[in-house]
């Protein structure tokens, strides 16, 4: 079956790092994407990985291990604007077929 | 401003009703999905147009028809929905023919079937 798991809230606090973890079990995997979603808006890119290993991007890194279908996303120096929605979406190979998590609603206090 | 464009923001329609969704990207891009976001569950996709032909169809009922007459624009053509297709319908748009590359999302449009 196919199946994306991520908690469905964290909170942190302003200037802290955070992990959000993701498993996946899709048939054909072929990447897995992170999508940042603020409160009434649309979702915007954050993140690909296809190989294993640890992709840093400024404070956000995502990390994949396909062996384990686990990703996470970290975020460093947490700032207040980076509370909201973070999706994680596993891409079906040979196609456009993204199956998204729930997503995980990241709450940071000062 | 993602470059992608949907109208209208809001819509309320009688299940009786047929009315269209619209998506323009202006970014050159070649692929184009619809989604539906409802509350607490995952985005959903529906439907994926690459170069204009229809790639993927995940299992939606025939209430819901698109319609993608070119490589900018994409239409939801909808018609005697249930109350459950309450939901935000998302579109978005992705540069090559893939699928691995981003999707840029347009804001949405908020439907509300009554």
């Known amino acids: 079956g196919q199946n994306i798991d991520q908690p469905t809230e964290m909170t942190a606090t302003e200037g802290a790092i955070v992990q959000i973890n993701c498993t996946y079990q899709?048939?054909?995997?072929?990447?897995l994407f992170w999508y940042q979603q603020h409160a009434g808006e649309a979702p915007t890119f954050l993140s690909y990985?296809?190989?294993?290993g640890l992709e840093e991007k400024g404070r956000f890194s995502s990390f994949l291990s396909r062996s384990k279908g686990y990703s996470y996303l970290l975020l460093k120096e947490l700032q207040m604007k980076d509370s909201a929605s973070y999706l994680c979406?596993?891409?079906?190979?040979?196609?456009?077929?993204?199956?998204f998590g729930a997503g995980t609603r990241l709450f940071v206090k000062a | 401003e993602t470059g992608v464009t949907q109208t209208p923001r809001h819509l309320v329609m009688g299940m009786t009703n047929k009315k269209s969704l619209k998506c323009e990207q202006h970014?050159?891009?070649?692929?184009m999905y619809w989604y539906k976001q409802s509350a607490k569950k995952p985005l959903e996709l529906m439907f994926v147009?690459?170069?204009?032909?229809?790639?993927e169809n995940n299992s939606v009922p025939s209430r819901f028809s698109p319609e993608c007459p070119n490589s900018s624009h994409l239409f939801l053509h909808l018609h005697t929905l249930q109350p459950e297709d309450s939901a935000l319908y998302l579109c978005?748009?992705?540069?090559?023919?893939?699928?691995?590359?981003?999707?840029?999302f347009g804001p949405g449009t908020r439907l509300t079937v009554t």
């Open positions: 978005a748009s992705s540069l090559g023919t893939s699928g691995s590359e981003e999707q840029y």
């Open positions: 899709t048939s054909g995997f072929n990447g």
């Open positions: 990985n296809v190989l294993d």
């Open positions: 979406a596993a891409l079906q190979g040979g196609g456009f077929k993204t199956i």
């Open positions: 970014l050159g891009h070649n692929a």
């Open positions: 147009y690459s170069l204009e032909e229809r790639v």
